[in-house]
């Protein structure tokens, strides 16, 4: 399936699905309190779902089919997808810096990434592990979806990705900063099976983060 027909798909299932669709025609599209730049997002606040999509992307078609599984997600009510929320305590903790209901993990990661506010080791980790969580298997359905939709699609090469992308959360932690996780793809295996994703990040794994000339 070519770019023209994955957006077309796209926008039949955001109709279906009452799913705002917006996209850039830019490499990145803008997203969240501190304006950072994704190759796309989904997200849910109150009553409204929005699924946005960087039409110059790299991988733009792996990448509208892994937010549409996040949308899966959360209309199947998955338990990932749900503890990704603040909790009311984590609300009453974090509404000074200005989040509310319907923020979520990765949104705080976000804030403390850009030195906004200072975030405890157990939170750190806390936080980390359910964004991981929520990508890990958002990032298993994705490999499936591309298998049946994409003629060229090489999934023990887009796992590499994968587990970069679901590491340099884990990265995160150490750095403070998100990492340019495709200088790291080569160092991960191609499969799922291997990587304890909950492990602090390793010394070897921060290299690869951190070498320079990769894209």
Request: glycine letters at 4%.
């Amino acid at each position: 399936m070519g770019r023209s027909k994955i957006l077309q798909y796209a926008e039949k299932f955001c109709a279906e699905n009452d799913i705002k669709l917006v996209t850039s025609d830019k490499t990145y599209i803008v997203h969240g309190k501190d304006k950072d730049e994704f190759a796309g997002f989904f997200f849910q606040k109150g009553n409204e779902k929005i699924l946005g999509i960087a039409l110059k992307a790299k991988y733009y078609r792996e990448t509208i089919l892994h937010e549409m599984n996040h949308a899966l997600q959360c209309l199947e009510g998955a338990d990932v997808w749900h503890n990704v929320y603040l909790t009311k305590a984590e609300l009453k903790r974090f509404k000074k810096y200005g989040y509310e209901k319907d923020d979520d993990t990765t949104d705080v990661l976000n804030g403390w990434a850009n030195n906004r506010f200072e975030l405890d080791e157990k939170t750190l980790k806390n936080f980390s592990k359910r964004s991981l969580l929520v990508e890990l298997d958002c990032e298993k359905r994705t490999v499936e979806t591309c298998k049946k939709m994409l003629k060229s699609f090489k999934p023990e090469r887009y796992m590499q990705y994968a587990n970069a992308y679901i590491r340099s959360y884990r990265y995160l932690i150490k750095a403070r900063t998100w990492a340019t996780y495709t200088n790291a793809v080569d160092f991960y295996h191609g499969n799922f099976d291997e990587i304890d994703y909950l492990s602090p990040i390793s010394a070897e794994e921060i290299k690869a983060f951190e070498r320079t000339g990769k894209k």
